[in-house]
């Protein structure tokens, strides 16, 4: 139930992260903004797009008699889309269980803003968080820049905020967040006085963290959003420097994360920071230098809500994160930690624990990291999957090249026979319906087998920017059991993969056709591989060294 005062919360990235943060815990919020509220003429209702909003603002100025410039009506238009993108983030909010209000107020205008926190205090309490979410930009080069130019930027990072800290200086906030940027902290081509603010704000969070030792104070120093402020030059821009660009869920997933974390952490960056070029006037020789270092930590959030299949993957009535999607979350580390790159392999895979969800019902976070290790050939990455704060669970490492090698040949049929039973009777396999991924086994041998998959789209998982075909390279899994019961004559539980091989990116056309190879057995365990190809014969992935172990029950 705490009172939140946020600016620059009802539009953009900030009001994105206020919603996520008003599912994850309520509370009442007052967004501060400049644009004023205003009832939409009658001649736009039902109207989305752009053009259609400008052709009938101006047939009913033309009707009225009113004459307008092109330039009358965008803003016009631009108002009105405002007003529509704070009355979603309103309702958005209130559909969450919060209450939320919009005031129109500047900040730094310090008596409107002192009476806006009054009336806010007179309506519901003592405010007890502050989010700074308020920023516009002015690009340019400084030779270039006006001097109002580069105080309207500045100040509404900094004068905003000291304005917001003497009006709050009695409330007992427990939390104050500042939205600062990694520009601050490397900065940016354009935008010296973007980076001076933000590195401000990073200082002043630090001081308030100090000043009040109960109150949980972030500067989170964003890398650039999707949908932020992050025009298409600089979507290039950032791309050439290594920095992708955060997907809103994520970043809103972090932002909730944060509020949570008590370490005394202050400055956090998130995303990945900027690649850092040789100094001005030395060779750019990389083995004199050593490789440039790039890391980025992905952070995802499980539940019924987000995850519901992975009720069907229970052991013990707990769900259970199958392999396939830690190696799927490797794949999207890999990808923002070296976008320039291909993922060509994913290797060494270790399974130092497994990881149940015994708080799946209230949501579990993992984080998901990927660090470089060498740039020779291509990239190297170390991957590590863990809980927040918590445990280590996989390790890994991921070779990304400049250019996939050429895909292998579809391979040989192994010698088989029909297959005889029901894939989901429940004797070999423990999946429940969304984890059914195996349409058929097509036939089965001492020497392996082949199998007809589903792929992940036909699953009808939630939609995701799958890097991988998670449900179908489950299914190779599940069709190790299979065989490992044909030549071990027990049910077994798969232990591990040693890798695996990638020749296309996301979700291929199903169905698959999976040709499972044995290449080790033993008394009480199998090794084999799986390749997945598409319906033209296509490969697209490989498992290699798939481990199932008998269980104690079939010893």
């Not at 930590?297 to 499980?302: E, N």
């Not at 005889?420 to 991924?437: I, W």
Request: glycine residues 10%; contains cysteine; neutral net charge.
């Amino acid at each position: 139930d705490a009172v939140i005062v946020a600016t620059g919360g009802a539009r953009g990235v900030t009001a994105h992260t206020l919603i996520a943060l008003a599912r994850a815990h309520g509370g009442k919020y007052a967004l501060l903004g400049r644009t004023a509220l205003e009832d939409e003429p009658s001649c736009v209702a039902g109207l989305t797009e752009e053009p259609a909003l400008k052709r009938a603002l101006l047939q009913d100025a033309m009707a009225r008699g009113e004459k307008v410039t092109p330039a009358d009506i965008g803003r016009k238009v631009s108002r009105i889309l405002a007003n529509r993108e704070i009355r979603a983030t309103l309702d958005a909010m209130r559909a969450a269980g919060a209450e939320a209000r919009y005031v129109p107020a500047d900040v730094n205008d310090a008596g409107r803003l002192g009476a806006v926190l009054d009336e806010i205090r007179g309506q519901w309490g003592p405010i007890g968080g502050l989010v700074h979410g308020a920023g516009v930009l002015a690009d340019k080069l400084v030779a270039d820049k006006t001097v109002d130019q580069w105080n309207m930027v500045f100040d509404t990072k900094v004068a905003g905020l000291i304005t917001l800290l003497g009006a709050l200086k009695d409330d007992p906030l427990r939390a104050i967040v500042m939205f600062a940027s990694v520009a601050g902290r490397c900065g940016n081509r354009g935008q010296s006085d973007y980076a001076a603010a933000n590195e401000v704000l990073a200082k002043v969070a630090a001081l308030e963290a100090k000043r009040r030792p109960d109150c949980v104070v972030k500067a989170l120093q964003w890398g650039p959003w999707e949908g932020g402020m992050v025009t298409p030059q600089l979507a290039r821009q950032f791309a050439a420097m290594g920095v992708p660009l955060i997907p809103l869920d994520v970043g809103a997933g972090w932002l909730v994360s944060e509020l949570s974390d008590r370490t005394g952490n202050v400055e956090i960056v998130l995303g990945n920071e900027p690649l850092m070029g040789p100094l001005a006037g030395h060779s750019a020789d990389a083995s004199a230098a050593g490789p440039h270092e790039h890391k980025v930590t992905l952070r995802v959030r499980l539940s019924p809500g987000s995850h519901p299949h992975l009720a069907d993957h229970e052991v013990g009535g707990v769900p259970v994160v199958p392999v396939v999607l830690a190696l799927e979350w490797f794949a999207r580390a890999a990808a923002a930690c070296r976008p320039d790159l291909s993922l060509a392999v994913i290797r060494d895979v270790k399974v130092l624990r497994g990881l149940k969800l015994d708080h799946f019902a209230d949501g579990e976070w993992l984080d998901i990291s990927a660090r470089e290790t060498s740039n020779g050939d291509g990239a190297v990455l170390a991957l590590e999957l863990s809980r927040v704060g918590g445990a280590l669970h996989y390790t890994a490492r991921a070779q990304m090249v400049a250019r996939r090698t050429a895909v292998p040949a579809k391979p040989h049929t192994p010698r088989t026979e029909p297959f005889q039973g029901d894939v989901y009777d429940g004797s070999v396999l423990f999946h429940g319906p969304r984890f059914h991924v195996i349409r058929s086994v097509d036939g089965i041998g001492d020497d392996g087998l082949v199998a007809t998959l589903d792929t992940t789209a036909e699953m009808a998982w939630p939609d995701e920017a799958w890097r991988t075909d998670p449900a179908a390279f489950d299914g190779g899994l599940q069709l190790a059991l299979i065989w490992t019961r044909r030549v071990l004559g027990g049910a077994s539980l798969p232990m591990g993969v040693a890798a695996l091989h990638t020749f296309a990116d996301g979700v291929p056309t199903g169905p698959l056709t999976a040709t499972l190879r044995g290449e080790k057995r033993g008394r009480d365990r199998t090794v084999t591989n799986v390749v997945f190809a598409d319906a033209k014969g296509g490969v697209v992935a490989q498992l290699e060294g798939v481990e199932a172990i008998l269980r104690p029950d079939a010893r």
